[in-house]
């Protein structure tokens, strides 16, 4: 597509539910990017998927949050039981083949956990 | 570890004068330095990078920075600020050798009219 979709737009859900958030990155983006803005916070890298590499994780806060991506394109975040504090924007970007790219953002998945 | 340290949380300007938003970054080898734009309730856009090369870049919307290796600042400027240019702006570093960027924690800019 023309730009990074995320879906769906705004998601309220009850606390200890499971939730999924979806990204359809740009066509033929090789890198994409999960990315976490609580309210007065700056951006927090979650995880990244670089073409058929294994992703790094390292940003992921718990057990809880997993991704997957597949076939080099979609990707999911799952968070199971649901606690507060995850409550947030999360944003998906992904960028092209070359080192000095930038990333392209989605406009986000506000979750409210209640 | 690389970080980012955006020491405004706020910046307020009137229309027509000159704004500046101060970054400055932390990083081993030669960075990589960006900076994103967000508006209410939208993802963040992309303004301007500096890769290599000249130390003055320009961006969209008018917006410049200037990459100053000693200070390790990339700070963003415009000469002549709208009231459109509220927003909340992010400067982001990651090294040549990284993929992943890090971001500040933002600056929320108001132009006043």
């Known amino acids: 597509g023309a730009g990074v979709s995320q879906s769906p737009s705004n998601k309220v859900t009850e606390k200890g539910k499971d939730v999924e958030l979806r990204c359809d990155p740009i066509s033929g983006h090789t890198a994409l990017y999960w990315y976490r803005q609580s309210l007065g916070q700056g951006l927090e890298f979650l995880i990244y998927f670089q073409g058929n590499s294994a992703p790094d994780k390292s940003g992921l806060p718990s057990d809880r949050f997993s991704a997957e991506r597949t076939g080099g394109s979609v990707s999911t975040l799952t968070i199971q039981r649901t606690q507060q504090e995850d409550s947030a924007v999360y944003l998906c970007?992904?960028?092209?083949?070359?080192?000095?790219?930038?990333?392209?953002f989605g406009s986000g998945t506000r979750l409210t956990v209640v | 570890a690389q970080s980012v340290a955006q020491p405004e949380d706020q910046v307020n300007v009137a229309e027509g004068n000159p704004l500046t938003v101060k970054c400055t970054y932390s990083v081993s080898g030669n960075p990589y330095l960006f900076w994103y734009v967000q508006y209410p309730n939208r993802g963040l856009q992309f303004l301007l990078k500096y890769i290599t090369g000249d130390n003055l870049v320009k961006g969209s919307y008018g917006f410049e920075a200037e990459f100053n290796k000693s200070q390790t600042s990339f700070h963003l400027k415009k000469p002549s600020a709208l009231v459109s240019d509220s927003a909340l702006y992010f400067c982001?570093?990651?090294?040549?050798?990284?993929?992943?960027?890090?971001f500040g924690s933002g600056t929320q800019l108001t132009v006043l009219p």
């Open positions: 970007a992904s960028t092209g083949e070359g080192a000095n790219y930038g990333y392209t």
């Open positions: 982001a570093v990651r090294p040549g050798s990284a993929r992943q960027l890090t």
